[in-house]
């Protein structure tokens, strides 16, 4: 025996228009899916939504009374039958204890380049989470009609700018974990978390050993010889080095306070400039002669120191 739409939201067919909108939203509160996520549950919230439809809808409610009374529908009740007053009763433990769900995890990923990642650093990410639609509960209907807040999805999409603190000496691909920053969770479950992987950009250029960082800097022949100014990378920014003449290939010049921040002491540690002497690929004629004589002037100082 088919079920009337008045015994799947169990009213009577007499019932007023506000009693049938009160036992409906009464139900949906049972059945919604988020709330009761059983196959059960759904099937009969379809039901529910379907009975409400017809039934609070003065037009189609008439008109089914019409073809009820024409089909005898729902007149008669079969004890074999699971009619929907039985099911409430079953299910009533469930009703009282709503099932809570824990919200998922959000996971974000930020770039920050090398000096950043030995410094820390702040990022902006912006997430979205969804919320349970604050007009209809979730229930995705308001009094019977497709609730216009959020178009009958049940939930409503929050945007949200957090900033987060990378902390120094952060390793690539570390997943810094904000509490509670994930989706929201339903019935008194956790919120989930937000994961912000850091990825770190490639820098050839410095290298960091136990707190130490390293640099090759190419300087040329003359540079070498006459000395001068170099301008080399540090975490902090640039730096001028006075380099020497007579400066020789693979010596190092150390700079003070320019490397990785010690956060206990709160000092910054040092950096070290290795020196390599870069022979030009191409050399003009006019080089060539003034090479040649300064060969024939270093010859000339050698006879005269060892001849
Ligand atoms: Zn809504």
């Known amino acids: 025996m088919l079920k009337s739409y008045y015994e799947i939201l169990n009213v009577a067919p007499s019932a007023t228009k506000i009693e049938i909108k009160n036992q409906y939203r009464k139900l949906v509160r049972i059945y919604h899916p988020d709330i009761n996520p059983t196959a059960e549950a759904e099937r009969l919230f379809k039901e529910i939504n379907k009975a409400a439809d017809i039934l609070l809808d003065d037009e189609k409610r008439k008109n089914y009374d019409k073809f009820r009374s024409k089909n005898k529908v729902g007149y008669s009740r079969n004890s074999s039958n699971y009619t929907f007053s039985d099911l409430f009763k079953t299910k009533k433990e469930k009703l009282q ?53 959020c178009d009958g999805l049940g939930e409503k999409i929050l945007k949200r700018k957090i900033t987060v603190k990378i902390p120094p000496s952060v390793k690539d691909k570390t997943k810094l974990r904000i509490k509670g920053e994930g989706q929201f969770g339903v019935n008194g479950g956790k919120n989930g978390n937000l994961y912000v992987v850091v990825n770190i950009e490639k820098n050839d250029e410095l290298k960091i050993k136990d707190g130490i960082v390293y640099y090759t800097a190419q300087i040329s022949p003359y540079c070498a010889i006459l000395g001068g100014n170099i301008t080399v990378p540090t975490l902090w920014g640039q730096a001028v080095i ?11 010049f150390k700079l003070i306070d320019v490397g990785v ?3 206990k002491t709160n000092k910054k540690g040092d950096e070290i400039v290795k020196i390599l002497i870069q022979i030009p690929s191409k050399i003009t004629d006019e080089e060539i002669e003034l090479y040649k004589k300064l060969n024939e002037i270093n010859k000339k100082n050698s006879n005269a120191k060892y001849g």
């Open 242 to 252: 006075k380099i020497p003449p007579l400066t020789k290939a693979n010596q190092s």
């Open 261 to 263: 921040l010690n956060e």
């Open 97 to 149: 204890q709503p099932v809570s769900k824990d919200g998922e995890d959000i996971i974000v990923s930020i770039d920050i380049d090398f000096s950043e990642a030995f410094l820390g650093t702040y990022r902006v990410v912006n997430i979205a989470r969804s919320m349970i639609c604050p007009k209809c509960g979730g229930h995705k209907f308001v009094n019977g009609n497709k609730c216009s807040y």
